[in-house]
């Protein structure tokens, strides 16, 4: 059964700094990983999909590196800013599809200003 | 990406009585659509996939006579918690697959008194 763990659980930055957020997984027989942003009480914005034979994306000050082998996944976030403060959910795909995604519990980040 | 609604955006409704939660495809026509629940502080569970034209498949652990999943159209998925309880109170939310992503609907919370 395929578990995904998110750490750390709360992130507080300064605003500005660089930061790395991480995500393993207990399966490396994955089809893709994604990256989500959920704003409180709100739904899931997709910031970054990587395909399993993939190694990393980028979009913007964010990049998205996969280790499969290793089970583990990074987002890195360039210059934060205090628009970036929510919630970051790592979901992993089963092999076959993106169907049934396994979240994390994601990561809280606050950018302070 | 897809472009995904829910209806209502929260609601509160008695114990033992009946809601439904609509999900609507804007800009894509989907004949999968996913239902997930969060409870705080939680991973997203993926509760069932819903067919259009056919019966849902339902995940291991999740009543299927409580959690009515109808997916008459290929924009249209409503998933109706039957004799609500208390522990039903959570986030529930909608996705749809477009490509190798999954785009996810706005959620609804349901507070069951």
């Known amino acids: 059964k395929q578990e995904v763990t998110q750490i750390p659980a709360a992130l507080s930055v300064p605003e500005g700094e660089n930061l790395v957020l991480n995500c393993s997984f207990t399966d490396s027989a994955i089809y893709n990983l994604q990256w989500f942003r959920q704003d409180p009480g709100k739904g899931l914005t997709s910031l970054l999909l990587i395909q399993s034979s993939q190694r990393e994306q980028t979009s913007g000050r964010l990049n998205a590196s996969l280790d499969k082998s290793s089970g583990r996944s990074t987002l890195y976030i360039a210059a934060s800013q205090p628009g970036d403060s929510a919630t970051y959910l790592c979901?992993?795909?089963?092999?076959?599809?993106?169907?049934?995604?396994?979240f994390g519990k994601g990561t809280k980040l606050t950018v302070n200003p | 990406g897809a472009v995904v609604s829910q209806h209502p955006s929260w609601v509160i409704c008695k114990s033992g009585t009946s809601v439904k939660i609509e999900c609507r495809s804007l800009?894509?026509?989907?004949?999968?659509m996913f239902w997930y629940r969060q409870f705080p502080k939680q991973s997203l569970m993926l509760m069932a996939t819903s067919n259009e034209g056919s019966k849902a498949t339902y995940e291991q652990g999740v009543e299927k006579d409580k959690f009515l999943i109808n997916h008459a159209s290929l924009t249209l998925s409503t998933l109706t918690v039957t004799s609500a309880h208390p522990e039903d109170s959570s986030f529930y939310i909608c996705?749809?697959?477009?490509?190798?992503?999954?785009?996810f609907g706005p959620g609804t919370r349901l507070t069951v008194t």
């Open positions: 979901a992993v795909g089963g092999f076959g599809g993106s169907e049934k995604l396994v």
């Open positions: 996705s749809v697959t477009s490509g190798y992503e999954q785009y």
């Open positions: 800009d894509f026509q989907a004949t999968t």
